[in-house]
């Protein structure tokens, strides 16, 4: 088509060689403009009809707009906040005695050794990660002297974080675990009421139907063992159980190791298969082998399993996402050989979600687990957290006692861990966000990793406030 601007010249010149001159006095005078303008109207009017629609595949109803996440909404609204007093306990990452990120000692070694090696680089990584971190990551979860280990039962594969590991497991679940004989009915992934917020979207975003088994008990504040133990009963055989390995988020309730066997007694003859999610070992009570002895016991019994794992927490590496995903098989004859085909389905899917994993986190880590002298350094760093949570649990129970505050108290030195559930409900926590500027979820629920020797009293304080005036 030719140019609006050689049309217009078209249809005037046209329309001047066929006008017929007329004698001046019968001579109707012609405005140029609006004879030239005529047909570039028309033009326009043409071209607007010949142009695309000012339509969307995505209209709000196929595509609406989503809520924003309420831990990073929360994180905003204190960033946002300008007063002085202001208390995060929404944050779930370590923070020192000065309410700063503390980056740990262990760590600034094993960062000054990888900057000095001059054989470092940024090459890809093997799609599976870096072999000297995820083995080593086997180790620690599992027990370096595990008959699994040496079995070669475990298939690990590095991956971004504990959420990376928990969707690659997933989407293998979803994929490959068919325990009815018909893929299309796919196996129910049970989880804690309540648990982590994401894992009702990571399994349902590859396909996997979610239940609830009951878990905290709100009149103890502490474990529903009853009724957890009659859900797993009454869930239908071979269901997938996703268990918090310890440092249960976000009750900070975990089950003593009598009821982790019931747990694995009931399991066992229903056929459940476990999923574990470890977030927080050595983290949580300062002891590495103590944290693991869920997972070791399910391993020792014989339970095929997975386990997702997360450096995060016990390194302080929140933003470098180093994670392994663990298959653990049976013991069986061909144990080995179940083992080396889930790794290999497992890489497939690696390829296809992420290629390579991120090497720096995972060097990090690796130096350490691998170094005899940092690793204890590393033991040594994780007391000196786990201490200082433990430290401010009994600090605030203590002060809330002297205040003669309603209710009991002690579930906050019995729960372990980052969060502890505090007993406050939803009209309480927005009464102390906008009378204290004590930022938490609305489920009460805090991180003890937020309180220090300078703010505890002034938390206390305001709890008492709150749970004497707002029911």
């Excluded at 990073?72 to 995060?88: E, I, M």
């Excluded at 979610?210 to 133990?229: C, E, S």
């Excluded at 995903?325 to 080995?336: G, K, N």
């Excluded at 889930?342 to 990090?364: D, H």
């Amino acid at each position: 088509m030719a140019p609006a601007s050689s049309l217009a010249l078209h249809a005037h010149t046209s329309f001047s060689s066929h006008h017929t001159p007329t004698s001046s006095s019968n001579r109707t005078t012609i405005n140029p403009t609006t004879t030239s303008s005529t047909p570039l109207l028309r033009i326009q009017t043409i071209a607007k009809h010949m142009a695309l629609p000012q339509t969307t595949s995505f209209p709000a109803q196929v595509v609406p707009q989503a809520p924003e996440d309420p831990l990073f909404g929360l994180a905003r609204a204190f960033k946002a906040d300008t007063s002085p007093q202001k208390v995060d306990l929404g944050i779930g990452a370590y923070r020192d005695e000065n309410a700063k990120p503390w980056v740990l000692p262990v760590v600034k070694k094993a960062d000054e050794i990888i900057r000095n090696d001059p054989e470092a680089n940024h090459e890809y990584l093997p799609i599976a990660g870096l072999a000297s971190f995820t083995s080593k990551a086997a180790e620690i979860v599992v027990g370096a002297s595990a008959p699994a280990i040496a079995e070669g039962r475990v298939a690990s594969i590095q991956t971004i974080s504990g959420t990376g590991a928990c969707h690659l497991g997933g989407l293998f679940l979803s994929r490959f675990y068919n325990p009815y004989g018909d893929a299309s009915k796919k196996p129910t992934v049970y989880l804690s009421n309540p648990t982590w917020a994401n894992h009702n979207q990571i399994f349902s975003n590859v396909g996997l139907p979610i239940a609830q088994y009951p878990y905290f008990d709100k009149k103890t504040r502490g474990l529903d063992i009853v009724g957890m133990k009659k859900a797993l009963s009454d869930a239908p055989e071979r269901s997938i159980i996703l268990l918090h390995a310890c440092a249960h988020n976000p009750t900070g309730v975990d089950p003593t190791p009598a009821q982790w066997r019931e747990i694995a007694e009931i399991m066992a003859a229903k056929g459940h298969f476990p999923f574990f999610d470890t977030a927080y070992q050595g983290f949580a009570s300062g002891d590495l082998d103590r944290d693991a002895a869920a997972i070791r016991l399910f391993v020792e019994l014989g339970f095929e399993l997975v386990i997702a794992q997360s450096f995060a927490k016990n390194f302080g590496l929140y933003g470098e996402r180093a994670g392994c995903f663990h298959f653990v098989s049976a013991p069986s004859l061909d144990a080995a050989s179940v083992t080396t085909r889930v790794a290999s389905q497992l890489t497939l899917l690696q390829r296809s979600e992420i290629s390579n994993p991120p090497i720096y986190g995972a060097k990090v880590v690796s130096i350490v687990l691998n170094d005899p002298a940092l690793f204890a350094e590393w033991k040594e760093n994780l007391r000196t957290m786990s201490g200082r949570i433990i430290d401010m649990r009994k600090a605030l129970r203590a002060k809330l006692e002297e205040l003669s505050t309603p209710g009991t108290w002690n579930h906050i030195t019995d729960q372990i861990g980052m969060f502890s559930f505090t007993g406050l409900n939803e009209n309480q926590v927005a009464k102390i966000r906008e009378e204290f500027h004590i930022y938490m979820t609305k489920n009460g629920r805090i991180s003890m990793a937020g309180l220090n020797t300078r703010n505890v009293d002034y938390v206390a304080g305001a709890v008492d406030k709150v749970v004497r005036e707002v029911q």
